[in-house]
C-alpha cells in the first residue's frame, strides 16, 4: 500500500485515538503530513524508517487496541436476535487468505446461476416454441425478457443493499431464483413463461450489480480483480452447463422443463454458500457500525500487518467525509451526487462507456441466438445444440487469463483484447458469406474460428465489465452507481438482443458483424481505452477516489506520458 499514505485520521477531541466510540460522535480533521509529501511504503519500509515516522504522530497500537475494545463490546451487546438477523454462520480462519477466498468463491458462484439462464433459452426454445405453440414474436420476446427484466431487479439493488447489506440482498436474490425456476418449469402457456422468466430476471439483476460491490468491498486490492473476474467466469461456466443440460434433456419428452428449472440446483447450493459469508466490512463503516466493521476485518484481512490496519483507517476516514457532505444535504440533494459531484460524475462516465463497449459488441445477441445461427451455416437441430456448447466453452476459457493475471498486468493492457475479439467478428461474418451449398466445410470452418476467437476474447474482456464499475464509485455512491451501471448494462443487453433479428435483416449478418459490432469495438474502443481509461491495479478503493478526483484531462495526460514510454498499465 504505496499510494496514499500520507494523511492519517486523528480526532479534535481525542489525543491518538477515537476508535473507542461510535463514528456518529467522531469529528476528523486531517493533523499529519508527511513534510516530504512522499507516500508511505509499509511494505518496502526499509530500515523501519516509515513505520518510525508515523508512529512519533500516530499511535497504531492504541488505535487497534481500541478498535479490539469497540470489537469485543459489540459482540457482548449482540443479542439472540441480532445474530439470527445477521444471517449467518460465522466461520473464521488463521490463514485470513483462506477467509477471502472463500468468500470471493462463493459470492462469484452466482455467476452460475446467471450464465445457466442466460444461454438454457437457446436449447429450451426448439421444444418450448413447439409445445407452447409460440409465435416469432413470443419466442423473441421469451429470450429477451430477462435482460429487459434485468433493468428492474437491478433498481431494486439500491435499496435493497443499502437497507439490507450487500450479502443479504444477494440472499434475496435467490428467492427470486427459485420462485421463477419453479413458474418456468411449470408454465403451461407463454405468459406463465413470462412471469417466471420475470421473477428469474429480478433476481440476476439484484445479484449483477450486488456481487461485485461484495467483493470489491469485502477483498484486498491485490486479488480484487481475481475474484470479482471470477464472476465472469462462473457466468461463462454457467453458460456451457446450460448448453450441456440443453444437449442431456433435448431428447426428453418435455425436456425443456428440465432445462429453465435446472437453476433450482444451483440457486441452493449459492443460498447455502452465503449462510457462512461475513457481511461487507465497507458496508458496516458506512452504516456508522464500527465495532462490527472491525470484526468483520480481521476475519478477511492479517490485523498485524500495519498495511491493513492502515486500509482500515483509511475507510474509516472515507466514511466520515461521506457523512460528513451528506449531513448537510436533504435526502433528496443526496440522490444526485452520482450526477453532481465530479469524482462520481467521472467514475459513472467511466463506467456506463466500458459497459456500452462490451455490451453493444454483440455478445448476448450472438449467446441466445447461438443454436439458430448454427443452423444456419448446415448444422441440424441437435447438432446445433451441441455445438453451440463451442462457443460457451471457449468464452469460459477466456476468462481464465482474466483471473490469472488481471492484476498482474492491469486494467489497461487487459482491455486491448478488445483488438482480438474485432478480429473474430470479422472471420464470423465472412463465415457468413461462403456459400454453405457449394463451401460448406469452409463457411462452418471460418465462422467457428471467428466464434471461437471471439468468444475466448471477450470472455477476458468482459471481465472488465464487472470489476471496473465495482472498484471505481466512492463509498456512499457504490449502491446506486453500480444500479445505474447495472441498468445501461441490462438495457443494452435487450436492445442488442430483442433487435437482431431486425438489424440482421436490415444489415446482413456480415454487416452487423463487422461494420456495426466491429466498427463499436475498433473505432470507439480503442481510443477511448487509450486515453481516457485510468489504471486501478493493486489500489485500494480509497486511494482510487483519489484517481477519480482529478481532471479527465489530468488522466489523459498520464495515460499519454506512458504511452510515449512505451507502457499501457503503470
Known amino acids: 500500500m504505496s499510494n496514499n499514505k500520507d494523511v492519517f485520521l486523528e480526532t479534535e477531541k481525542y489525543s491518538s485515538s477515537a476508535s473507542h466510540i461510535e463514528m456518529e460522535h467522531i469529528s476528523t480533521k486531517d493533523v499529519y503530513e508527511d513534510p516530504t509529501q512522499a507516500k508511505f511504503d509499509l511494505e518496502n519500509d526499509i530500515g523501519n524508517k516509515t ?139 407463454h405468459h406463465e413463461m413470462y412471469a417466471g422468466r420475470f421473477l428469474i430476471g429480478v433476481g440476476v439483476g439484484i445479484e449483477g450489480g450486488g456481487i461485485g460491490v461484495y467483493i470489491a468491498e469485502s477483498v484486498p486490492s491485490s486479488v480484487r480483480g481475481s475474484l470479482v473476474s471470477l464472476y465472469q467466469f462462473n457466468i461463462a461456466l454457467g453458460e456451457l452447463f446450460g448448453y450441456i443440460v440443453g444437449v442431456i434433456f433435448f431428447d426428453v419428452k418435455g425436456g425443456w422443463r428440465y432445462m429453465v428449472g435446472s437453476s433450482l440446483v444451483f440457486s441452493t447450493i449459492l443460498l447455502i454458500g452465503l449462510l457462512f459469508l461475513p457481511e461487507s466490512p465497507r458496508w458496516l463503516m458506512h452504516k456508522g457500525r464500527v465495532g462490527e466493521s472491525w470484526n468483520v476485518w480481521k476475519r478477511l484481512r492479517d490485523v498485524t500487518d500495519d498495511n491493513n490496519t492502515v486500509e482500515f483507517l483509511e475507510l474509516r476516514q472515507a466514511a466520515e467525509k461521506d457523512r460528513d457532505l451528506r449531513a448537510n444535504e436533504s435526502r433528496f440533494q443526496s440522490l444526485f451526487d452520482l450526477f453532481l459531484v465530479p469524482r462520481n460524475r467521472r467514475a459513472l462516465i467511466f463506467s456506463s462507456t466500458m459497459i456500452g463497449l462490451g455490451q453493444l459488441t454483440g455478445i448476448n445477441a450472438i449467446m441466445y441466438y447461438m443454436s439458430t445461427l448454427m443452423q444456419q451455416i448446415g448444422f441440424d437441430d441437435k447438432q446445433s445444440v451441441a455445438m453451440s456448447m463451442v462457443g460457451g466453452a471457449a468464452l469460459l476459457l477466456g476468462t481464465i487469463p482474466a483471473i490469472l493475471w488481471m492484476d498482474r498486468f492491469g486494467r489497461r493492457t487487459w482491455a486491448m483484447t478488445i483488438v482480438i475479439f474485432a478480429v473474430g467478428l470479422v472471420l464470423v461474418g465472412v463465415g457468413y458469406r461462403i456459400n454453405i451449398n457449394t463451401n460448406l466445410a469452409a463457411a462452418e470452418g471460418v465462422y467457428l474460428t471467428g466464434l471461437i476467437l471471439y468468444n475466448i476474447a471477450f470472455g477476458s474482456y468482459a471481465a472488465l465489465t464487472w470489476v471496473l464499475p465495482s472498484e471505481s464509485f466512492s463509498l456512499g455512491t457504490r449502491s446506486i452507481g453500480m444500479t445505474v451501471a447495472s441498468v445501461l448494462l441490462y438495457t443494452f443487453a435487450f436492445t442488442v438482443t430483442y433487435n437482431f433479428e431486425k438489424m440482421q435483416d436490415a444489415m446482413t449478418y456480415t454487416g452487423l458483424t463487422l461494420g456495426f459490432y466491429g466498427g463499436i469495438a475498433l473505432v470507439i474502443g480503442i481510443p477511448y481505452q487509450l486515453l481516457c481509461m485510468p489504471e486501478t491495479k493493486n489500489r485500494t478503493l480509497e486511494e482510487i477516489d483519489d484517481i477519480f478526483a482529478q481532471p479527465t484531462r489530468e488522466i489523459i495526460k498520464t495515460n499519454i506520458a506512458y504511452l510515449k514510454k512505451g507502457k499501457l498499465s503503470y
Request: with cysteine; hydrophobic share 45%; net charge positive.
Open 51 to 189: 513505520s518510525d515516522l508515523l508512529n512519533k504522530s500516530f499511535n497504531m497500537q492504541e488505535e487497534v487496541a481500541a478498535l479490539d475494545q469497540l470489537g469485543s463490546s459489540y459482540k457482548k451487546k449482540q443479542s439472540f436476535w441480532g445474530k439470527l438477523k445477521s444471517v449467518e454462520f460465522e466461520v473464521d480462519f488463521e490463514n485470513k487468505n483462506r477467509m477471502v477466498i472463500m468468500l470471493g468463491a462463493f459470492a462469484a458462484f452466482a455467476g452460475i446461476l446467471s450464465g445457466i439462464d442466460q444461454s438454457i433459452i437457446s436449447g429450451a426454445s426448439i421444444g418450448m416454441n413447439k409445445m407452447l405453440h409460440l409465435t416469432k414474436h413470443q419466442a423473441s420476446l421469451v429470450s429477451s425478457l430477462m435482460p429487459w427484466v434485468l433493468v428492474g431487479g437491478s433498481i431494486l439493488l439500491t435499496p435493497l443493499s443499502e437497507t439490507f447489506g450487500r450479502k443479504k440482498a444477494l440472499v434475496m436474490s435467490c428467492i427470486f431464483y427459485t420462485v421463477g425456476a419453479i413458474v418456468c418449469a411449470a408454465a403451461g402457456n
